[in-house]
């Protein structure tokens, strides 16, 4: 239903909102290739040998989990499938910018209420998307690889600031230490220091494929949560998340009773009129608004 | 004033607005280092000499337009300095997306009022910019040097596309064959085939700072004009390019009524209320949407 955005998912919702449970979300994210639904595969089983029910949504295209092959024999899936206390998904990632967040916030809400102990989102670091899973989720795991170097993602302006935590996957691999090396510097360099009040990127170093670093990794996520609970940053970061949620729904909603078909088939004639003298595009502007707000709200139902 | 928006802008720009007259608008746009400032510099050149008068907006942030360089003793620039049929101007970039594009389209228009013959509109081709001078100019040129090569910019999704004519710029440099049949070869994957309905973009060579391949880039340039002339795209182009600068006044002007400082400042509050089970961010949206309605068009002037 929140794939679809069904009619009455506002009602389902509206149901469900009065429960104040809440999953905690994990993001994870990074280019093709570095190992993402590995590591989350690797999380499912670490998170339930501590008995913590776990719901996962997959927005990665290229995720295995979106092609049904879920890993074949290297990790064993099928130790998870059958678990009633593992909900796997994966999403469709949308044509439009944000429609992907919007629906996904709403299947967050769903197992929200349906009482899983952690969200783990995965999806691929493409784009818009690792700001979009900075918004909606808790912790952000980066996921680099000794193979990243001097990448672009390495530099990518504004991705490097949503990583709560560094993860640098695949360390078997030449390379690890001199990227190790560069994401400290960078580290230090953004002038962090250790204060009860900030907090201190951590770099984790894994090989999911072997299950190595995986017990740190869980626990830097559970001194992430502490520290954020700790300083109310938690409650803080789920009311921008909603804040940004709010804005989003009423800003399509705007938008799509401003420019309606109708309303844009009419000013392409306006604009498109000769021979006589035209109005400036700003006056056209003004007779459009002021149209609007003659008709506005008059329209369709809050979806 | 365009670029500061002044209060009374909107009042000059009316009055402005009954001549139709029309600079015709070229965009030369590209990756920095690709020759955009000489080129432009040998433009004016060719044009003047066709007795043409010719206004320049250069948005290249590293653009020496912008930074009274000039392009040094390389090209004379001293020789269209003091000339009254060239004016040259510089706009800084503004953070917000789209608000470039607004006050360049605002300048634009004046230019126009004032009788000038061509717009020659530089822009360096990062991230928006690219599709902003698509959508402000009649004929887009986009430059690429030799070193092009395989690049990125070559592969860039939309970016291509929106090329009227190729410039292979630097050309006495090693790889501009390549380069050239890399070109060709996409355009005629593209599919395009000559015939009097469609415009079939040719690449042309120039060394700008030798003065070589520019005549020939002059005709391309009256050969796309004539084209769009002939086939009404021109008019169309124009009428698309007045839709979407209205939208854009029309939406900014609604998203700053609808997101006041109080509206969010009160949402945050409601958000981030402790205790009472709290609504759904549907419902919230609802709300916010409804008070919205209520108080729509009822503030401030267009302005």
Redesign the interface.
């Known amino acids: 239903m929140a794939e679809r955005a069904d009619a009455e998912l ?1 009602q389902l ?2 149901l ?3 429960d ?1 449970r809440h999953a905690y979300r994990v993001g994870i994210t990074g280019p093709p290739g570095c190992g993402k639904s590995t590591l989350t595969m690797q999380l499912i089983r670490e998170l339930r040998a501590a008995n913590q029910s776990v719901a996962v949504i997959a927005v990665d295209p290229s995720s295995p989990f979106s092609h049904g092959a879920l890993l074949g024999d290297r990790v064993r899936m099928t130790e998870v499938a059958a678990d009633d206390d593992v909900f796997i998904r994966s999403m469709a990632t949308r044509g439009a910018l944000g429609g992907l967040s919007a629906s996904v ?1 709403d299947a967050a ?1 769903i197992f929200d209420a349906a009482g899983f102990n952690y969200l783990l989102l995965e999806s691929v670091g493409v784009g818009q998307n690792e700001l979009d899973i900075a918004q909606a989720t808790d912790t952000v795991l980066l996921v680099q690889t000794p193979e990243s170097g001097d990448d672009v993602q390495m530099t990518k302006a504004g991705i490097m600031e949503i990583a709560d935590i560094f993860v640098l996957n695949k360390d078997d691999r030449e390379g690890g230490d001199a990227v190790h090396a560069a994401l400290a510097e960078m580290l230090h360099v953004r002038g962090q220091s250790p204060s009860p009040h900030s907090w201190v990127t951590p770099i984790v170093r894994t090989i999911a494929l072997q299950s190595a670093g995986i017990a740190a990794l869980c626990g830097a996520i559970s001194e992430h949560r502490m520290f954020q609970e700790r300083s109310h940053m938690l ?1 803080a970061r789920r ?1 921008r998340r ?2 940004e ?3 989003h ?3 399509s ?3 799509r009773e ?2 309606s078909e109708e309303r ?1 088939r009419q ?2 004639r306006e ?2 009129a000769v021979g006589a ?10 007779h ?3 149209e ?3 008709c ?2 008059s329209g369709r139902e ?2």
Chains 1, 2 share one sequence.
Not at 277 to 286: C, D, G
């Open positions: 506002g919702l509206e469900l909102a009065g104040p916030a809400d409650e009311v909603n804040l949620r709010v804005r729904l009423v800003q909603h705007v938008e401003l420019w844009l000013l392409e604009l498109g003298a035209k109005p400036s595009v700003r006056r056209i502007a003004a459009v608004l002021a609007f707000w003659r506005a709200g809050f979806p």
